[in-house]
């Protein structure tokens, strides 16, 4: 549970999870619902709510995680339509992008990638203070929703 | 026995002529993650063109010039892409929401997330597939569409009952000989021992999925195939061999046939459901019950 609660944090996230409901396999966490725990067997391949794996030391969350840390004080920047394909494209978030700013906007910091829907698409690490409206890349692409598509092709 | 000739000639013996079809795309809108009407002015802004499906509450006919599988509301699991007629038989359980369904033969999931759906991501969905391909196609469907209530198994169908739980509901969307709708070189592909092999499958999945079903369970068997060994001959059988009986469905279709091929079948299997080839692909589903005692 450990790398899943860090990482809601480092974004400044406030998710309340039954830590009696999640389930770890191998290096795999799911979140249960009631119904869930009492049919959950050994071996089980996925169950319930994807909330993200441990690589190399490293936490990759499910996009349905992020989509639970939108509400609240979350890290979260909004961007424009353009932006947004060009994301869900891998591509980086250049400043002119960005609509709104929500909770931390300091270098380093990470931060939900939302569309004008409010819907996550993503998340990234800020490559520059987003206090100031200078031109160029703002938010480093870590992880998008047109993973599902480059799934498909590997 | 095989080719084209062998094939329409039989169907031409179950009283439809052949006629190439070209299949139009569609979608179904997952309300559990959007608003369905919001979700179709959406597509519409981006150029999709969308005609509702009138046999299906939350189908459309889409038509753009672009992937719609490409859509940033595709990938955030507003809305899946699936056949017209495959949208069918998740909507034939009898409330399903809270309750406990195995989709026996899952992958890639598409019919999963839509029980997902209509549960409103209550209850539990058991799927089983097998084959890790298969398996993380399936999971990776059910995280898009944001499914919270499914548990995955590396399973066949077949062993359903190593999992000792009993079901309400089972969809049995079983592996079959498929069509020509769907494959263009279907005819040249498929044999009449091909055929006979997948029927033989089905039967021991459906002897399984009796197996693990509730007394007053339902199970939704439906295949993608025209062949009647896989179709009304198998629930012929379901009835005689497995204490089931068929059930009356509402859906798009014609009455299965109850005399195939010169062999009379049980006349319960007219409860069944034929879609030949034409607005969609063809397709084949019978709602089955456990018989009681006295019936």
């Known amino acids: ?18 830590e009696a409901l999640i389930i770890r396999s191998r290096d795999r966490y799911f979140l249960l619902n009631d119904e869930l725990k009492k049919l959950i067997g050994k071996d089980f391949f996925h169950a319930g709510t994807y909330l993200g794996k441990t690589k190399g030391g490293r936490f990759f969350p499910s996009f349905t995680l992020l989509a639970m840390m939108i509400e609240g004080k979350a890290n979260k920047v909004v961007v424009d339509d353009r932006t947004e394909w060009l994301f869900v494209c891998g591509r980086d978030v250049f400043r002119e992008g960005i609509k709104k700013v929500v ?6 910091e990470y931060a939900l990638v939302l569309n004008r829907h409010g819907e996550c698409i993503g998340f990234g690490r800020m490559l520059r203070n987003l206090d100031r409206e200078d031109e160029g890349v703002a938010i480093k692409n870590v992880s998008d929703i047109g993973d599902f598509l480059r799934r498909e092709r590997r | 026995m095989s080719g084209q000739q062998f094939f329409t000639d039989r169907y031409s013996q179950l009283g439809w002529t052949y006629e190439n079809v070209k299949l139009k795309q569609a979608i179904r809108v997952n309300a559990m993650n959007a608003q369905v009407a919001e979700t ?16 299906l509450e939350r189908g459309y006919w889409a038509n753009a010039r672009f992937s719609v599988g490409a859509t940033a509301e595709y990938l955030l699991g507003l809305y899946s892409i699936q056949e017209a007629a495959a949208q069918i038989p998740a909507t034939l359980f009898t409330n399903p929401k809270g309750k406990t369904v195995l989709d026996a033969c ?24 097998v084959e890790r391909r298969r398996l993380t196609a399936l999971a990776n469907q059910l995280e898009r569409c944001r499914v919270k209530n499914t548990i995955v198994y590396d399973l066949d169908a077949r062993e359903a009952s190593r999992l000792n739980v009993k079901f309400d509901g089972i969809l049995l969307d079983a592996p079959c000989s498929g069509n020509f709708a769907t494959d263009r070189k279907w005819f040249s592909r498929r044999t009449i021992k091909d055929v006979e092999e ?9 002897a399984e999925a009796a197996e693990v079903l509730k007394d007053d369970g339902e199970i939704v068997y439906s295949t993608c195939s025209l062949e009647p ?43 069944a459901r034929r879609i030949w080839p034409g607005q969609t692909q063809g397709f084949f589903i019978c709602k089955l019950t456990r018989r009681s005692a006295t019936t």
């Open chain 2, 106 to 129: 899952a992958a890639p999931g598409g019919k999963t997330a839509q029980l997902a759906d209509l549960m409103q991501n209550t209850g539990a969905i058991v799927a089983l597939d």
């Open chain 1, 103 to 108: 909770g931390a906007s300091g270098r380093g």
């Open chain 2, 198 to 206: 997948n029927a033989r499958g089905q039967r021991e999945i459906l």
């Open chain 2, 229 to 271: 060994e896989e179709d009304e001959l198998n629930i012929d059988w379901a009835v005689r061999s497995l204490g089931l009986k068929t059930e009356k469905v509402n859906c798009l279709g014609i009455e299965a046939s109850t005399n195939v091929f010169g062999k009379e079948l049980d006349r319960s299997v007219e409860n």
């Open chain 1, 1 to 18: 549970m450990k790398p899943v609660n860090d990482f809601i944090k480092r974004l400044h996230a406030e998710v309340e999870i039954d």
């Open chain 2, 40 to 55: 179709v002015k959406r597509l519409a802004s981006r150029g999709v063109g969308l005609e509702k499906i009138p046999f």
